[in-house]
């Protein structure tokens, strides 16, 4: 039986694709937003400051339910963004200074509160430690549900307010002077970006979780300039890396489903930035040598024209060897002249001569004129 087949067939399976494939989601449509803004770093400080959140829960109430641990996590991590926004915004710390303050105090904060809990005479907490780096494979029906209605309703807000976080993410100034409340909207979607990173936690963990905030919506820069277009490829990519991570995950044994999927959507930005079409490296590559080979092509036919205009007749040849002694690189000239007599530009006279034609000497006089013009414009 396939791997694919499998997702149909195998409960467990399919509870670990569908949670990820829900992380994925989430993840990367709200991610866009902190791309945007330049709050990558963002992710990575609400997951870790979240863990504190999630062990006082469990001291407080002794209960493991989802919801119950979730809730935690957002509140410790709400608190550290609203932190964090407190700092930079009345003091002179950096926003990245703030935010490493923030993950290193709320992360060794959680980690006493780990140990102690692990100290404590009862074994029901056990498998909190999950949370550091993630267990996908315990993912539950009800953990599924959970992460679906809680992602559902930060993607309806984000909806509602499309138009509020678009002008929040290009120009905030802008925004005041239309009287719109800047600081609420900054609020509500760094609250909603805290439910995507807390849903995530108990599938890749504190330490992965800000690669699936940022990878997706990096990937999905790569191939758009749109917002919408891009919160829905980021989407797209992040509920493909979570898919793909989980059933790889399952093909052999002792696999982690955490890294996997942060390996797939790794796959995904590598694959972007050599292969998207105006972004891509490979696509700048390409249009560099077109452009380059295009001005070479020029170059020649002008100073191919330059030569015809000291004789009488517009079309007397010219030995290719005077065009090398003008031409850098002089090695390529002999092929740009095939490629514009392939073009019907210039036509060769003997073996090493050649003369434009009519088309090249309008095409030469076009690039002379536009040349020209280009030079005396203020």
Not at 230 to 245: D, N, R
Request: glycine share 8%; hydrophobic share 50%; charged share 15%.
């Amino acid at each position: 039986m396939d791997l694919f087949s499998q997702l149909f067939t195998d409960y467990t399976l399919r509870t670990v694709a569908l949670g990820s494939a829900t992380l994925g989601v989430v993840s990367g449509a709200l991610g866009s937003y902190a791309l945007l803004r330049r709050q990558s770093l963002l992710g990575d400080a609400v997951s870790h400051a979240a863990l504190p959140g999630i062990a006082l829960a469990f001291l407080l109430t002794g209960s493991k339910l989802p919801w119950v641990l979730i809730f935690g996590a957002a509140a410790a991590g709400w608190l550290a963004t609203i932190f964090v926004m407190t700092v930079t915004q009345t003091t002179r710390i950096t926003y990245d200074s703030a935010l490493g303050i923030t993950l290193s105090v709320f992360f060794g904060f959680g980690l006493v509160l780990l140990t102690l809990i692990q100290k404590r005479p009862d074994a029901t907490q056990a498998g909190l430690d999950r949370f550091l780096f993630g267990q996908a494979a315990a993912l539950v029906a009800r953990d599924v549900w959970t992460m679906g209605i809680l992602g559902a309703a930060a993607l309806l807000l984000t909806t509602l307010f499309w138009k509020e976080f678009k002008l929040l993410s290009f120009d905030p100034e802008f925004g005041k002077t239309l009287g719109f409340p800047i600081r609420g909207l900054d609020v509500l979607l760094t609250t909603l970006l805290v439910v995507a990173i807390v849903i995530g936690l108990q599938t890749v963990g504190v330490v992965l979780m800000s690669a699936m905030i940022i990878a997706p919506a990096a990937a999905a820069r790569q191939w758009t300039d749109r917002l919408g277009l891009m919160v829905a490829l980021s989407a797209l990519f992040g509920a493909l890396a979570g898919v793909s991570g989980a059933v790889l995950s399952s093909s052999a044994a002792n696999l982690p489903t955490g890294p996997m999927i942060v390996l797939c959507v790794s796959v995904l930005v590598i694959v972007s930035l050599f292969l998207a079409p105006n972004r891509g490296l490979f696509g700048r590559w390409l249009r560099a040598w077109r452009n380059s080979r295009r001005l070479r092509l020029e170059a020649v036919l002008l100073d191919l024209y330059a030569l015809s205009a000291q004789h009488d007749a517009p079309d007397h040849p010219h030995d290719e060897s005077v065009l090398e002694m003008m031409s850098t690189p002089s090695g390529k000239v002999h092929h740009s002249l095939e490629v514009l007599a392939e073009r019907g530009l210039v036509r060769r006279v003997d073996e090493r001569k050649w003369a434009l034609t009519e088309d090249g000497r309008a095409r030469a006089e076009t690039l002379a004129r536009t040349r020209g013009e280009s030079r005396t414009a203020p």
